[in-house]
């Protein structure tokens, strides 16, 4: 992440800008290395973000207010002993360094006026979040405390003296020279180790680009390095940051998950095809959509994770029941010889000698020998008795079978569709939908947070949606629920209802208000219900379509599970089509 020096100084910028002589009206931490402050100010209410946290050191304006404990962390409590009401009067960047200082004026329990400084120290895994007492220069207590064991030069605790963390010997880049920039070149071949050891405050992804610049803008073409260029580069930021025309940032990957984002172009993702420039008005704008997004992806990929390891466990266990269902039925349809026994066995009774084990006697069908064994415990006619009633209980078990095998598949079926959901998942919401519809259909147990958490049964439906290039509208499910919402009450007779052929995917209704579907809109569609498939990685995927009014669902189905007829077929290779955004 590139929230480096030249990024903090950014951020004093806006937010002096924006919150100076503001007053703290509300504090909070909703993360244990978060704090968020509500801030009155002239433009109206502000929320200031907070965070120590070792991915997600930073500190920038959000536009939404977080859920909160019900019982506010300790620091949280010291900060409103402290701050409360109190006024921003000074927000400044240490030197060029990652620290941010916000000066603040309150008064005390006895209504003196005190003077305070909340002190934010972004350095990843070292990040800080401090109240300082200004007079005597005493941390009053912190959002981490690092005792003498942790650190024998810096301890962070309540009482002790404020230090600054230890000074790097490096130029701030703010006062760094051109001559200064070539005497700390040793290797022309990588200068961008050399800026990062020689500079203080730039990233490596902002080192990279300064280097390049200092090869004319192209360093993949060789040739030397030089300094007046990097230098010109690396002024040309500090006067954007001076005058404030800064180009904020988030650049994205291949798959659409941020990897970055800064206050400058960064040549390292800039002269890269596999990632995507996503521009905002603002710095705070922009690392609000980086760290939420990010945030969000990880937190998505770790209960989606939760919920696949639960699912297949499960559809392990349903598939070795299955097997075995099929094996005992196998037995079960092999049971006519105990017909057979029986009565060869009671047309034979005269040839059973009394304690035999078994007996051999000839068969009226085909006139073959066939050796019966007997219990010697009890007599012929009652060995007979046992192999009919043997018979009995296998006819018995084949249509028992048959409809415990055929349960066990449609659950089956049902886990294997709602897999495909949650590896396709991509937001919080969607995995927390999936679990609910898990628990409420008696795979999953109900979570003792997840009763507290007051949270609507049944959601309104928000299946996703995709404007074609024609600008007919396709709507996708995003899990069996909405796909019966989609199929049986948002859709009309005459829509077109695409599904995967003997695939596990999304219920897809391509919109047709009472028109006919152009054979383009129809591939379109397909491939949408192709890339929102367990196919979504094959090629030449088949995809069912029909008219949603000959699609209908069984009663006591799963969700998800319909039935259809007159349908057709088209192969399609999975893809959100050209001109199929989604629509939000």
Known sequence: MSYDGVVTMAAARELRQELLMGKIEKIYQPQPEQILLSIHTKRGRRLLLLSAAGNHSAAYLVEKMTENPLTPPVFCMVLRKHLGAARIVEIAQHDTERILEFSLETVDELGFSV?????????????????????KDRIIDSIKHISIDVNRVRQILPGKAYTYPPVQQKIPFSQVTAEQIEGMISNDFQPERDLLDGIQGISPPLAQTIASAGFGGDQQQGGSFDASLAFAHLRGIVDSLEDGSLRPAVYLKEDGRPADF??????????????????????????????????????????????????????????????????????????????????????????VEPGADKVTVTSYYDGSQVSIPLDPRFSPARNAQRYYKKYGKARTAIKEKAIQIEETQREIDYLESVLTFAENAATIEETDLLRQELTENGFLRRRAKDARRQTKKNPRPQPRRYALSSGREVLVGR?????????????????????????PGSHVILLLEGGQPTEEELFEAAGIAAFHSKGKSSSNVP??????????????????????????????????????????
Request: aromatic share 8%; hydrophobic share 35%.
């Open 479 to 503: 899990n069996n629920r909405e796909n019966d919402w989609l199929t049986c009450r948002r859709a009309a007779g005459n829509d077109m209802w695409l599904h995967t052929k003997d695939i």
């Open 262 to 351: 800064h206050i400058t172009p960064l040549s390292v993702y800039e002269n890269d095809p596999t990632y995507r420039v996503l521009p905002f008005p603002s710095l705070s704008q922009a690392a609000e959509w980086f760290f939420a997004h990010r945030d969000s992806t990880n937190v998505v990929r770790q209960r989606s994770a939760d919920l696949q390891r639960v699912i297949k466990a499960t559809l392990d266990k349903l598939k070795l029941k299955l097997q075995r269902l099929e094996e005992d039925r196998q037995k079960a349809e092999n049971a006519d010889r105990y017909r057979l026994y029986g009565e060869l066995l009671t047309a034979n009774l005269h040839l």
């Open 115 to 135: 003077n305070r400084k909340l002190i934010v120290e972004i350095m990843g895994k070292h990040s800080n979040i401090l109240l300082v007492d200004t007079g």
């Open 543 to 584: 995809v069912d379509y029909t008219l949603v009014r000959h699609v209908k669902k069984p009663a006591g189905a799963r969700p998800g599970m319909v039935i259809f007829t007159h349908n057709k077929t088209l192969y399609v290779e999975p893809a959100l089509p050209p001109g199929a955004e989604e629509v939000r």
